[in-house]
């Protein structure tokens, strides 16, 4: 029986929901893994909520839809834990990450959630520190590579570098800050 990882990223448009499920997915590509990695919108603008998803296997994937019963779930912004079920299908034994500045006692409590383990970290505040502009995407990468262990991390951190680099060709700093927002995540995470 083969065992695949299912995350689901929640997010408002914007904010790189998109992007963090395609990098993920990129990096555990070039570590020979099988993945998954894609978007659920429609015609929603910008600040809309919409998910991002991702399996992850040591073999093919042969189905085809969004994820229901996430392993880990990723919260972009944290005005979701109260406008969405983010933590529908979630099991006992699931993750939570989410971007506040909660601890994560407090997020557990105010989604009443018995069994997983929850982490947090604040996304937002690093972006703004490190980019000068609120993407959390980058900094949840990093607290996801780092509560979960689905990759190593420092092969993850390679990938995505040379992805950004070709992405972002003749502007290293911003390759260098989102290099610097997924290592400090990375350190700052908390678990409950």
Same mark, same amino acid.
């Given at each position: 029986?083969?065992?695949?990882?299912?995350?689901?990223?929640?997010?408002?448009?914007?904010?790189?929901?998109?992007?963090?499920?395609?990098?993920?997915?990129?990096?555990?590509?070039?570590?020979?893994?099988?993945?998954?990695?894609?978007?659920?919108?429609?015609?929603?603008?910008?600040?809309?909520?919409?998910?991002?998803?991702?399996?992850?296997?040591?073999?093919?994937?042969?189905?085809?839809?969004?994820?229901?019963?996430?392993?880990?779930?990723?919260?972009?912004?944290?005005?979701?834990?109260?406008?969405?079920?983010?933590?529908?299908?979630?099991?006992?034994?699931?993750?939570?990450?989410?971007?506040?500045?909660?601890?994560?006692?407090?997020?557990?409590?105010?989604?009443?959630?018995? /069994?997983?383990?929850?982490?947090?970290?604040?996304?937002?505040?690093?972006?703004?520190?490190?980019?000068?502009?609120?993407?959390?995407?980058?900094?949840?990468?990093?607290?996801?590579?780092?509560?979960? /262990?689905?990759?190593?991390?420092?092969?993850?951190?390679?990938?995505?570098?040379?992805?950004?680099?070709?992405?972002?060709?003749?502007?290293?700093?911003?390759?260098?800050?989102?290099?610097?927002?997924?290592?400090?995540?990375?350190?700052?995470?908390?678990?409950?």
């Amino acid at each position: 029986m083969k065992k695949i990882t299912e995350i689901r990223w929640h997010g408002r448009g914007g904010q790189g929901a998109k992007t963090v499920a395609l990098l993920f997915a990129d990096a555990a590509l070039s570590t020979g893994k099988y993945i998954q990695g894609f978007p659920e919108y429609g015609p929603e603008r910008m600040g809309a909520p919409m998910m991002s998803f991702n399996r992850l296997s040591d073999e093919p994937i042969d189905i085809h839809c969004g994820v229901r019963s996430p392993d880990v779930v990723v919260v972009l912004d944290p005005t979701l834990l109260e406008s969405a079920n983010v933590t529908a299908g979630l099991p006992k034994d699931g993750v939570l990450i989410v971007n506040t500045t909660d601890d994560p006692a407090k997020v557990r409590e105010k989604l009443g959630l018995k /069994g997983c383990r929850v982490f947090t970290v604040d996304a937002s505040g690093i972006s703004l520190e490190t980019l000068g502009m609120s993407i959390p995407n980058t900094p949840m990468l990093g607290a996801m590579v780092k509560a979960t /262990g689905l990759l190593d991390f420092d092969k993850m951190l390679e990938d995505t570098k040379n992805k950004l680099t070709k992405k972002f060709r003749g502007r290293p700093e911003i390759v260098e800050g989102n290099l610097n927002c997924i290592i400090r995540a990375s350190q700052e995470v908390r678990a409950e």
